[in-house]
Each structure stands twice: as C-alpha cells, then as structure tokens.
C-alpha cells in the first residue's frame, strides 16, 4: 500500500513541476498583456484533446448531476483559476506571484473545514506554516515591486485553485478521469475565450515562439498535467497534493537561475532544503481512517446529500 501510495505520490508531483515551468513561459514565449487570450488558449485545445482521447477510449458520457459538477469543479480549477494566475505573472515578479503557492496547504486546511467539515491536525497547520515560509524565503527578494492588483489576482488564484482541490477530493469520482479533465477544460474555454475576444480583441498573428509556448503550456503544462493532478487528489489523503503542489514555486526559482542567470542566496537555500522536506512529507503521507484510500467509499465522500457515493470503479487505465 504505502509503495503504490507514493508510486502515486511521485506522478502527482510531476504535475506542479511542470506549473513551474509557466512564469518563464509566459514572460519568455507568449503575448504580452494578453492575460484571458493566453488563458484560453491553454484549454481549449488540452480540452479537445483529452474528450477526444477519453471518448475514444471508454466511451463514457457525462450525464445529469455529473454536468453540474464538472461545470462546478471547471469554474475554480480553470475558468477563474488561471486568468487570474496569468494576471498575477504578468503584474508581479516571478517570486512575488510563485509565493502565493506557498499558501495552498493552509487554504486547502482552511477550505477542507469550511466546506467538508474537515478538521486538520495540529501538525498539518504546523507543516502548513513552515511550508510557506520555506516558498517565501525561496521565492521573495529584498526590493521586489509589488502590484497591488498583482496581489489580489494571485492571492485570489490561490484561493480558487485550493477550492478546486478540495472539491476535486470531495466530489465523487467520474467513470473516466482523461474524458472529466478534457470535459472541465472545454467548459472553462468558451466563457475565457469569449471574454477575451472581447476585453482583448482579435489575436495576432502567432510567432513561431508563441505556437511552441501554447502547445507546450496547453498539453504538456495542463492536459497531462492536470490528468495526473486530479488522479493524485482522489487516491492521495487530503493533505499531501497541495505540499506535493509547493514543487511548482521551488521549479520556478531553479528556472530562474538556470535559465535567467539569477543568482541563489543562502536564504534561498534554506528556503528550498525547508520546501523540499516539506514536498517529502506530502509524499509519504497515508490516508487517515476517516479517508480511506480510493476503491472504499468514504461516508462523507459526497458534497450535497442524496448523492452517490464517491467510487473509483474506473479501471486504472482510464485515469
């Protein structure tokens, strides 16, 4: 059991690996100031893709109940989520909007009560708090500007992204795992596209540089990404994808000084020995009794009364 866990563990991690990746991307690859055109172009075609892949493969449908929750789980895993995250990268520096990712364990801790009635332990508080300071101390320089609406955008990211996460663990989970991500990411790309169309107007022409940063950010950086994302958030206890999910800031920073010539301070590698102990623990944590692992059902697996509860009868394929 605790092999298969952390066989999960290290495919999850993969996914905030390749989020790291996003603030060179976008400042290196893509339009500038084109936060909703970029946002949509991440989904859309991950979404075509994924549907395609999954209906291919099992065949499989949303039907009733499933279409609001994937339109529920769409709005904070995307729709919201990641203009605000562009919004965020492009007013802020890299550090100051990668820090706010030091905050998830505490907002999912914070969110897992307010909407499941889940009480962390004492203990995952205490990770939680040692785990931002560790991001901050990697990724927040002396001097940085700080942009006050950069702020509210990546503070308000944060926030969505940690409901995604504790929805995506408490919502029950679908038939096909490739088939709901591609569904939730479709979802998410007609309102973005259609508001960027028109806060932003017409796209320009692409450069050869803009195609291979979207078609990178888009199925590399979310389709995959977000497949082995989700997969990692039902099979893993609540607590360890959002510590797995601090390897997006540390990535960032590696970035930044293997690729921008960014020097590391000895802060900074306390802050990554701290944020790396802290990405461990979330590897190698076991699910409590109240959250058994995926295949039993959990009795408070469901968000709203009267519903199924949570399975996974998926074949492991479809995942």
Not at 66 to 86: E, G, I, T
Request: avoid cysteine.
């Amino acid at each position: 059991m605790k092999t298969s866990m952390r066989r999960v563990a290290l495919l999850t991690v993969l996914a905030p690996i390749s989020w790291g990746t996003t603030y060179v991307t976008v400042t290196e690859l893509l339009p500038p100031g084109r936060p909703l055109l970029v946002a949509a172009s991440r989904v859309l075609p991950a979404g075509l893709v994924l549907v395609a892949l999954g209906t291919w493969r099992s065949r499989w449908v949303p039907r009733g109940r499933q279409w609001r929750h994937l339109a529920a789980l769409a709005l904070f895993n995307f729709a919201l989520f990641f203009p605000l995250l562009v919004v965020g990268v492009y007013r802020l520096p890299g550090g100051v909007a990668a820090s706010f990712g030091g905050l998830q364990p505490l907002l999912v801790a914070g969110l897992s009560w307010a909407i499941a009635g889940r009480r962390a332990r004492a203990v995952e508080l205490a990770v939680g708090v040692v785990a931002a300071l560790g991001v901050a101390l990697v990724v927040v320089k002396p001097g940085a500007h700080v942009d006050l609406l950069g702020v509210l955008a990546a503070g308000a990211s944060a926030v969505s992204f940690a409901a995604g996460v504790v929805l995506t663990k408490r919502l029950p989970a679908p038939p096909d795992r490739v088939t709901a991500t591609g569904w939730q990411l479709l979802l998410s790309a007609v309102p973005l596209a259609a508001v960027a169309l028109m806060l932003e107007g017409t796209p320009p022409a692409p450069t050869i540089g803009n195609a291979v940063g979207f078609a990178y950010l888009s199925l590399a950086g979310t389709a995959l990404a977000f497949v082995l994302w989700f997969r990692g958030i039902e099979r893993l206890p609540t607590a360890a994808p959002p510590l797995l999910g601090l390897a997006a800031p540390v990535t960032g920073a590696l970035l930044g000084w293997l690729v921008k010539g960014e020097s590391l301070s000895p802060v900074q590698l306390v802050g990554f020995a701290i944020t790396i102990g802290a990405i461990a623990r979330g590897a190698t944590l076991a699910p409590r009794p109240a959250e058994p692992p995926a295949g039993r059902p959990s009795p408070d697996a469901e968000l709203s009364p009267g519903s199924a509860p949570r399975t996974s009868a998926a074949p492991a394929s479809a995942r």
